[in-house]
């Protein structure tokens, strides 16, 4: 049961132009939402992240937004630069058992931004 | 600088052994993850622990084995019961889900 979905599992842009990056999900009680980038060979670092009481989150080129009624999140990146290309996690997190947040990974998308 | 610190990068196993992965931080946090990726697959979680001397299984346990008996460490162990050890193991800390996890730049598993 895949909670957390990244439909697609690659994506190529310009460089210079918007990419936007989709992740949709299952659960309600979902109450953060992260994206995590990652380079092969190494682990994720976190790139922004979202409440559920929030629908827009920016930092810098990077933006996240968050359509709760669609379950539906997208991260936007403007512009685009080489530097960008790598897998990135969508990620959801609840609150478990004992004060916990179980978070959940999608299957990540792959982005090539071309010079 | 504070970070995590996985070793080794690589390891290979035979098949019926036991093998330890290491997973260090110093940036004083709680928490702490270990992670299993797959080709095609997102991130799973094998075990986590809130605090020392408590840890909890995850999604994935069965085969796997930790400890954690100081805050800044928490080794994995791939037992010979985890009939499909080859993969890419993560390991993570984290203040708060919020701020997002530190990952430490993991190990890649290799059963020969």
């Known amino acids: 049961d895949q909670q957390v979905k990244q439909n697609s599992p690659s994506l190529s842009v310009q460089e210079g132009r918007i990419s936007i990056l989709n992740c949709d999900y299952t659960?309600?009680?979902?109450?953060?939402f992260l994206w995590y980038k990652k380079y092969p060979a190494e682990g994720p670092t976190f790139l922004i992240s979202i409440s559920s009481i929030k629908d827009k989150n920016e930092d810098g080129r990077f933006t996240v937004f968050l359509n709760k009624s669609a379950k539906h999140l997208s991260l936007h990146i403007v512009p685009s630069q080489p530097g960008d290309s790598a897998v990135y996690f969508c990620?959801?997190?609840?609150?478990?058992?004992?004060?916990?947040?179980?978070?959940?990974f999608g299957t990540g998308t792959k982005l090539q931004v071309i010079p | 600088d504070g970070g995590i610190t996985q070793s080794p990068k690589y390891l290979f196993r035979k098949e019926g052994q036991n093998v330890t992965l290491s997973c260090e931080q110093n940036?004083?946090?709680?928490?702490m993850y270990w992670y299993r990726q797959d080709p095609g697959q997102g991130l799973r979680l094998i075990y986590y622990?809130?605090?020392?001397?408590?840890?909890q299984k995850g999604d994935i346990a069965e085969g796997y084995s930790v400890s954690r008996e100081k805050k800044e460490s928490f080794p994995l162990t791939v037992t010979s019961a985890q009939k499909n050890p080859t993969a890419f193991y993560l390991c993570?800390?984290?203040?708060?889900?919020?701020?997002?996890?530190?990952f430490g730049s993991g190990t890649r598993l290799t059963v020969v």
């Open positions: 993570a800390s984290s203040l708060s889900v919020l701020y997002g996890y530190t």
């Open positions: 990620a959801a997190s609840t609150s478990h058992s004992g004060g916990y947040q179980k978070v959940t």
């Open positions: 622990s809130q605090i020392v001397n408590d840890f």
């Open positions: 659960n309600s009680m979902f109450d953060y």
């Open positions: 940036l004083n946090h709680d928490a």
